[in-house]
């Protein structure tokens, strides 16, 4: 089949057109879809993904799916099909809402790589809308690649051998790097809102910058969500250099927001893309369902250097 391509945005990402996932893919289009995806970092198949079985033909291209840990999202009868709601009318899988921009939203996150928290991070991920939001619900992404890029050359040189230490923090008013000044908790009843510790993941350490296996392309390779500080700097050093790089990898002068349409699929690079969600109004419902590609990048480790990074436990999708 042939294949269109059009770009999502002049920094990042491709609509592949011509693509029919209601039969089997033959070799060259496999090719093509992950020739597109190296090149763009974010691929999208509009109005595509009809069911559950295009998700998971689409999803394999990419490699071996990761079940997902979070058991009372996933399909009953498929532990590799997640899905992501939110109803006003009844139960969420988001856990604490809050208010950004004065708007009070459920399912908001900032920007983020999934499992910069663990020591091993997963490749990548394929969304599918199946009931978007009457309003709002956008998916943001932005490219490390271009990001790197962008810096100086002399803070190219600073940050070539300085490594980041994560931990797992739900709490997103504590003064994550790059998040909104104004953003707010709703008044809510759960373990995050009343300060209790749900998950216990040890501290881990991820390299600032990477390199693209397939291209050889540096890597911003920062998470403002979970990033705690920069590995023997001191805390005004660490801070600055954070905040510094945070607000330069997050502008959102070079970010694509995704207004979903119903069946779009969207597959991005969590080796080089960071990704936010803009989250819903309360009154808006909204429904997705997610695969996870599993991959180890092989340049993350515990902070703990007696921890096997090998011994996964228990892994979430952030």
Not at 166 to 194: H, M, T
Request: charged fraction near 25%.
């Amino acid at each position: 089949m042939a294949i269109e391509t059009v770009p999502l945005s002049p920094y990042l990402g491709l609509e592949l057109r011509g693509v029919d996932l209601s039969r089997e893919l033959n070799a060259d289009t496999e090719r093509a879809i992950l020739d597109a995806w190296i090149e763009a970092g974010v691929v999208l198949f509009r109005n595509a993904g009809h069911n559950a079985e295009q998700h998971m033909r689409l999803s394999r291209v990419f490699g071996d799916m990761e079940p997902a840990a979070t058991a009372n999202l996933n399909d009953p009868a498929n532990p590799y099909l997640m899905t992501l709601s939110y109803s006003p009318t009844g139960k969420s899988g988001y856990q604490q809402h809050y208010n950004v921009g004065g708007i009070d939203r459920a399912g908001w996150l900032g920007w983020h790589w999934d499992q910069s928290f663990m020591p091993t991070i997963v490749r990548g991920a394929v969304l599918r809308m199946t009931e978007p939001a009457p309003r709002m619900g956008e998916t943001g992404f932005i490219d490390a690649v271009a990001a790197y890029d962008r810096l100086s050359d002399a803070m190219k040189q600073r940050i070539a051998k300085l490594e980041v230490v994560y931990e797992f923090n739900p709490d997103f008013c504590s003064g994550q790097y790059g998040f909104p000044k104004d953003i707010r908790a709703l008044p809510s009843d759960s373990q995050v809102a009343r300060g209790e510790k749900m998950y216990d993941f040890a501290p881990v350490v991820h390299p600032l910058v990477i390199t693209q296996q397939e291209t050889g392309r540096k890597v911003l390779k920062l998470s403002p969500m979970h990033a705690r500080y920069v590995l023997g700097l001191n805390a005004a050093e660490s801070d600055a250099l954070l905040t510094e790089l945070a607000e330069h990898l997050v502008d959102p002068r070079y970010a694509y927001f995704h207004a979903w349409g119903k069946d779009d699929m969207i597959v991005w690079d969590n080796w080089r893309v960071i990704h936010s969600a803009n989250g819903v109004p309360l009154e808006c419902s909204r429904t997705a369902q997610r695969t996870t590609i599993m991959g180890d990048y092989k340049v993350g480790r515990y902070l703990d250097p007696t921890r096997d990074r090998e011994a996964i436990g228990r892994r979430l999708v952030d």
